[in-house]
């Protein structure tokens, strides 16, 4: 029914204009946001030894900033990444809409790569059938001991399933934070439930076996360098990759 539903309003071209409003829609609470006084602001970049997004390898050495403001449990927020190795690795910016409260999360992300149906790579080009652009809705809950996120593509340039249909593309994620001897650790498991070439799966597929190591090296008493490493498997391609990685943040 609900499948049905976005067809229906992809018919009539909503979909093409989606990102005018979302856009108009983070204008507007950015605005209302700057009223008031309890509004963080959050800037850092991450460099990684290899780009692995969901159990996907997406590049090499590569920069990834990202800038973000909450207010109240609301959120906007900008990510990219830009391969430093290679000219030729994905360049991506996604803008996140989200609101978090309690243990309970749902946002709405505009996802842009630098490949995709526009041979141009028009960033502002938002046709539903040429565009680069993929938009995913995300549901979850954090329990505290693990944390599940659900994710589907709704719009945009999504994959088709096994009969060239579109695939409405989803990915199922759960996490597990822990302390172990001064360092934090976090095992993640990821599913892919359906067939999707958007995640290069013929149906139900584990794609991402993930251990992360965090620990922070103090440069001085009020500053100090996130470190992480992290080994990931993806027994759907059969290969395995290990990064490493750091964070900077004023």
């Not at 229906?8 to 989606?18: D, H, L, R, V, W």
């Not at 149906?117 to 505290?144: M, Q, S």
Request: aromatic residues 16%.
């Amino acid at each position: 029914m609900i499948i049905r539903w976005i067809q229906q309003f992809e018919y009539f071209g909503i979909m093409k204009n989606i990102f005018v409003s979302v856009m108009l829609l983070l204008w507007a609470t950015t605005f209302a946001m700057a009223q008031e006084k309890e509004v963080e602001t959050n800037m850092s970049a991450d460099v990684v030894s290899q780009y692995i997004w969901r159990g996907q390898d997406l590049g090499g050495v590569s920069l990834q900033p990202a800038l973000g403001i909450t207010y109240k449990g609301l959120s906007l927020s900008a990510w990219g990444s830009v391969g430093l190795s290679e000219p030729s690795d994905t360049k991506e910016f996604d803008l996140t809409l989200g609101y978090a409260a309690g243990g309970f999360n749902v946002s709405i992300t505009d996802y842009w790569f630098n490949t995709g149906l526009d041979p141009d790579n028009r960033y502002f080009k938002y046709d539903a059938h040429g565009t680069n652009h993929v938009y995913e809705a995300n549901i979850g809950y954090d329990f505290g001991l693990a944390s599940v996120q659900w994710f589907t593509n709704f719009a945009g340039n999504d994959g088709c399933n096994s009969k060239g249909e579109r695939a409405y593309s989803s990915y199922l994620e759960v996490s597990a934070p822990f302390r172990f001897y001064g360092v934090d650790w976090t095992a993640t498991a990821g599913i892919v439930p359906f067939a999707t070439d958007f995640y290069e799966t013929k149906g139900f597929a584990v794609t991402d076996l993930s251990l992360r190591a965090t620990k922070e090296i103090r440069v001085t008493d009020s500053f100090g360098i996130p470190v992480f490493a992290q080994m990931t498997g993806n027994p759907c391609s059969q290969k395995a990759y290990f990064v490493f990685g750091f964070t900077l943040q004023p």
